[in-house]
């Protein structure tokens, strides 16, 4: 048990699909991530929330819009996304920027 | 800007054998570093961390890194391996900037690990 939830495990969708990915934390924490996992790449940061807001948005395109509204919940809605963009996308959270990251599990997103 | 290198994509070991899995960082101010480990179907999660103090940091699960600020290193060891520790290993740094504000974490691209029974 992570303390971080995120569902659904698994998400199959066509490019025209609209879904969103959900997160969950119980662990107190006041900031959350999205994450970026591919293969042979790094983990690459897409969205920083801290208390709510919205800190940092790493050049992501619109077609993921990030949502969080409270510091437990946090949400990636998805619009029109490309193959390019199947992944295991990662949520994490912490207790201030500078304390370690807990992960959750993660969505396996595929595109087709 | 910054990145992390961890030079070795797979290493395969057999059992007891030791194990040192390298990670360099390039960025030349103060730093804190993270070793994050993923087991096989399981999420990341934190095996040791570098904020300050003495530069060799123990883990959990008898793992080890020292950091060489001179080298730009921090690299991880365990002197005996087992199958158990058969997963993913990421090193991941991030910047404490002028005034303490904290940079985000940025992730090598990961060291898998195989050991052999």
């Known amino acids: 048990e992570t303390g971080v939830t995120q569902t659904p495990r698994h998400l199959v969708m066509g490019m025209t699909n609209k879904k969103s990915l959900k997160c969950e934390q119980h662990l107190g924490h006041n900031a959350m991530y999205w994450y970026k996992q591919s293969a042979k790449k790094p983990l690459e940061l897409m969205f920083v929330y801290n208390f709510k807001e919205q800190t940092e948005n790493n050049s992501v395109p619109s077609r993921f819009s990030p949502e969080c509204p409270n510091s437990s919940h946090l949400f990636l809605h998805l619009h029109t996304l490309q193959p390019e963009d199947s992944a295991l996308y990662l949520c994490?959270?912490?207790?201030?920027?500078?304390?370690?990251?807990?992960f959750g599990d993660g969505t396996r997103l595929s595109i087709l | 800007a910054q990145s992390v290198s961890q030079h070795n994509h797979h290493v395969i070991l057999s059992e007891a054998a030791s194990l040192e899995l390298g990670c360099n960082y390039s960025y030349g101010g103060t730093v804190n570093l993270f070793w994050y480990v993923q087991y096989p179907g399981q999420h990341l999660q934190l095996l040791l961390k570098?904020?300050?103090?003495?530069?060799l940091v123990k883990g959990i699960k008898g793992f080890e890194a020292e950091f060489i600020k001179s080298k730009f290193s921090f690299n991880l060891r365990k002197p005996s391996v087992q199958w158990s520790d058969t997963a993913e290993y990421f090193c991941?740094?991030?910047?404490?900037?002028?005034?303490?504000?904290?940079?985000?974490?940025?992730f090598g691209k990961g060291t898998k690990l195989s050991v052999k029974p």
């Open positions: 991941a740094v991030n910047a404490v900037n002028y005034g303490g504000s904290q940079g985000n974490l940025i």
């Open positions: 570098y904020f300050s103090g003495d530069p």
């Open positions: 994490a959270s912490s207790q201030g920027r500078e304390r370690p990251q807990h």
